[in-house]
């Protein structure tokens, strides 16, 4: 086990290490069918599985009983109509002196193009910015300072062989802070800062608080493209997987 302190400088890098590590172990698992090789395997629950137990494994290899992982925590700074039964998919822990001193949180997508629920769609891309937007309330402290951050960083990842979320983008009018604006996933789109309406009704809507660049990895590409870091903002991470196996 290492020393939390002298772990790559600090509990944030000893945080963003783990998680690197155990995303490559995982996709590299997954695309090789070492995991998630079944029609029935192939689902969210399983990549939460399947992704929890990896970075549990990392993370304990690293720091021992100083690192530790929850599976569907509650959201802490949301009290909302929209989030009743909801609940953080997995959230990962740096422990030091039995004091919790670096929390992240993190929200899956796994999107198959044959499933239902992998069609691409406006409503589709109003509920991952949703979640988008969900995170991003547990680690930034309300203006009002109601609500402390309950986690100190957050993560987004979603799988996917549906081409369509990194090629297309919706074109139905979506009012962001008054003006019309398209969303979309896709490579090379930017997620901008602002108030997303689901409708012209304006009765659902998700705030989002930073700027995210999309840019997509695809199983083929042994180096990482990342778009810049925003400040403040969630990390994510996005793989598009064509021909994994028969099922997928």
């Known amino acids: 086990m290492e020393d939390t302190k002298h772990f790559d400088q600090g509990y944030k890098d000893s945080m963003n290490k783990i998680l690197e590590e155990a995303w490559g172990h ?16 192939l689902s969210e629950s399983m990549f939460q599985f399947c992704f929890a137990n990896e970075i549990l494994s990392v993370g304990r290899n690293h720091l021992g009983q100083g690192f530790n992982i929850n599976l569907e925590t509650e959201w802490g700074n949301l009290h909302t109509k929209t989030n009743r039964g ?6 990962c822990h740096i422990i030091e002196d039995d004091k919790e001193e670096y929390l992240c949180a993190i929200e899956l997508k796994f ?3 044959r499933d239902a629920k992998g069609t691409f769609g406006k409503d589709r891309l109003f509920h991952m910015y949703r979640d988008i937007g969900y995170l991003e ?13 309950t986690y100190s960083a957050g993560r987004f990842y979603f799988v996917t062989n549906n081409e369509s979320y990194i090629e297309k983008y919706s074109k139905d009018a979506v009012r962001i802070d008054c003006k019309k604006s398209d969303i979309g996933l896709n490579d090379g789109f930017s997620i901008k800062q602002g108030k997303y309406f689901l409708n012209s009704e304006k009765e659902e809507y ?9 840019c ?5 590409v042994s180096r990482k493209k990342d778009g810049p870091d925003a400040s403040n903002g969630i990390s994510l991470k996005l793989r598009f997987c064509q021909g994994v196996n028969d099922y997928f």
């Open 137 to 149: 309330k547990e680690i930034t402290p309300s203006e009002a300072g109601d609500d402390k951050p």
């Open 86 to 91: 909801k609940n953080i998919d997995i959230t």
């Open 111 to 113: 999107k198959r193009k």
């Open 216 to 220: 997509w990895e695809h199983r083929d």
């Open 206 to 214: 998700v705030e989002i608080a930073n700027e995210y660049n999309i």
């Open 26 to 41: 995982f996709i590299e698992q997954f695309t090789s069918r070492e995991i998630m090789d079944s029609e029935r395997s």
